[in-house]
């Protein structure tokens, strides 16, 4: 034990023979993993922001279904005919932070032409409460609860069938009971997705509307969608298929997994690059002090016990390092939790487009505890490697190892 504090008390007081730059490496290895930390953080809160924003929206953490409503092998195709009601739905804690729509792909008809698009009929308080979907009508208003035959378009598509806000449009589908399905409706408002591509292809009815325009009874629906952001968990409803958005939205998950999985990426290069640098400065470090090694030597001082010296002094300047550092990142990830940042600064003021949808988040940042000991490791293994080749240097250029 006395030897091991005297290799202590030796190692710390060669940390400090060069003080500037035993200065220059602690602050790379601080600043470098106060970065990483706060990177981290940032690509973590930036994917939840976002994508609660997006899901916020319209599509929902999850859609409570029929099990034969969406395609196995693609949740983009859906079974029309077949619906569910609440009496089917096990845990009634859903009710609260869901809502029923219907969903039937139909044809609109203005002035100028007839275009396919996807009517969805909804309960347009409960929207209203849940989701963003009435902030993004622009033009005109919103649905109203106590009437009837109303319809939102995007903006897009009001654009190329040629109508305009008081103007009927001419609806055709196919109802539940096989008949063909016609109605006129009056358009009250026009979306605004910032260009997206469901301003073409989406339309928006009362709930009652749809279901009459179905021929469907006013307990049925298609589509029980929850926007309970806070819980991610998936509840288990006996006979009815729980979807969560990452099947019927894959693009939209796969680009925010190939963001996280990015910027890990880039974090292992941040390290890699400091590693050498670091490497290269222990090199002139450790030949600097050649002497020092052989007259240890000489003295008796076995060539493993310099070598376990040299560990312990980049260790310790590791340490050091990992708790600055560390406590500069989570200062920095707390400031931007008090001070969230616009992603528009990384976009040149111009909004995020996705899925469709335009999005505007401020990104809030919540620390993951896990990073403030995956990233230390992380450190400490390109640390260790940093050591390999000068300690083997040193070793060899000593002619007096015992």
Partial sequence: MKAFIFLLKFSYRNLWRSPKRTAIMLLSLAIGTGFIIWDLNFANSGSKEVMKEFLAQYAGEYHVTHLDYYSDKNKKEFDNFQTISDDEIADKRILATSTRRVTAPVFVSGEKKTLGVLLTGIEPEREKALTSLAQAVT??????????????????????????????????GQALDGSVANDLMTVVGLLDFGGGDLEESLAFTQLASAQEFLAMSSDSYHQRIDFDMKDDTTPVLPGLAVTKWEEILPEIGISVQFVDNFTWIVSFIIVIVISLGLSNTLMITFLEREQE???????????????????????????????????????????????????????????????????????????????????????????????????IRVIRRSKNAI
């Fill in 139 to 172: 033009t005109g208003r919103f649905l109203a609860p106590e009437a009837q035959r109303e319809i939102i378009l995007g903006k897009r598509l009001a654009r190329r069938i040629d109508v305009k806000i008081g103007d009927e449009v001419a609806v055709i």
């Fill in 293 to 391: 090694f052989q007259t240890l030597n000489i003295i008796g001082a076995k060539t493993s016990w310099v070598a376990t010296a040299l560990m312990i002094e980049v260790f310790m300047l590791g340490s050091v390092a990992v708790i600055v550092g560390s406590g500069l990142g989570h200062i920095a990830t707390t400031l931007c939790y008090y001070f969230p940042i616009d992603l528009q600064l990384f976009t040149g003021g111009q909004p995020i487009i996705m899925g469709g949808l335009s999005i505007q988040p401020l990104v809030r940042f919540y620390p993951v505890i896990s990073y403030y000991w995956k990233v230390p490791l992380l450190i400490y293994f390109f640390l260790g490697l940093t050591m390999i080749y000068p300690l």
